[in-house]
T-cell receptor, first 113, second 116 residues
Framework: QQQVKQSPQSLIVQKGGISIINCAYE??????FPWYQQFPGKGPALLIA?????SEKKEGRFTISFNKSAKQFSLHIMDSQPGDSATYFC????????????FGTGTSLTVIP | KAGVTQTPRYLIKTRGQQVTLSCSPI?????VSWYQQTPGQGLQFLFE???????NKGNFPGRFSGRQFSNSRSEMNVSTLELGDSALYLC???????????????FGPGTRLTVL
């Protein structure tokens, strides 16, 4: 059973456009929501993370929007660049399980020059 | 500072065999987690070790096992390999300053296991 559902599976965006990836979860005990970026041949790397006590977090061109009541969170990539082409994973965890993370199935992003 | 290293990077085995994968965490990191990555399934948590003890375990059969050594290096073992075990196995290490504190997990490049 997938505890974190991610969409879309793939995304193609023009350079300079906005990329939006969505995730939904069921377990209301989750209290930490990171996003990871993975390039081919590499392991995932932490991009940005949010706690449910805030509705938005921005780091450079990357923004997480969090909707606690809807149990959804999303990643927005502003001014998307070809170098952003990668697979993105959302994840969730809660303090009881410590470093056990539940991952979405991933979104393959392609930014066309 | 060296990153997380995993060996070997690629492995080909046949059904029924067993395999051992190795992970060396970042120096000073005591938590090591293992994930299985397959297309369409994303990353599935296998287990986490902290100070040589298994702290968390995912929903995988007993054929999957692991251990951690006193220097925090970790190994995972898969016995009686099945075709469905073909996947990228990722190791992640974390500084871990205690439960409730989310320290960044650093992933290694993974070991690509192919079962024929």
């Amino acid at each position: 059973q997938q505890q974190v559902k991610q969409s879309p599976q793939s995304l193609i965006v023009q350079k300079g456009g906005i990329s939006i990836i969505n995730c939904a979860y069921e377990n209301t005990a989750f209290d930490y929501f990171p996003w990871y970026q993975q390039f081919p041949g590499k392991g995932p790397a932490l991009l940005i993370a949010i706690r449910p006590d805030v509705s938005e977090k921005k780091e450079g061109r990357f923004t997480i929007s969090f909707n606690k009541s809807a149990k959804q969170f999303s990643l927005h990539i502003m001014d998307s660049q070809p170098g952003d082409s990668a697979t993105y994973f959302c994840a969730a965890s809660y303090w009881v399980t410590g470093n056990q993370f539940y991952f979405g199935t991933g979104t393959s992003l392609t930014v066309i020059p | 500072k060296a990153g997380v290293t995993q060996t070997p990077r690629y492995l080909i085995k046949t059904r029924g065999q067993q395999v051992t994968l190795s992970c060396s965490p970042i120096s000073g990191h005591r938590s090591v987690s293992w994930y299985q990555q397959t297309p369409g399934q994303g990353l599935q948590f296998l287990f986490e070790y902290f100070s040589e003890t298994q702290r968390n375990k995912g929903n995988f059969p007993g054929r999957f096992s692991g251990r951690q050594f006193s220097n925090s290096r970790s190994e995972m073992n898969v016995s009686t390999l099945e075709l469905g075990d073909s996947a990228l196995y990722l190791c992640a290490s974390s500084l871990d300053t205690g439960r409730g504190n989310y320290n960044e997990q650093f992933f290694g490049p993974g070991t690509r296991l192919t079962v024929l």
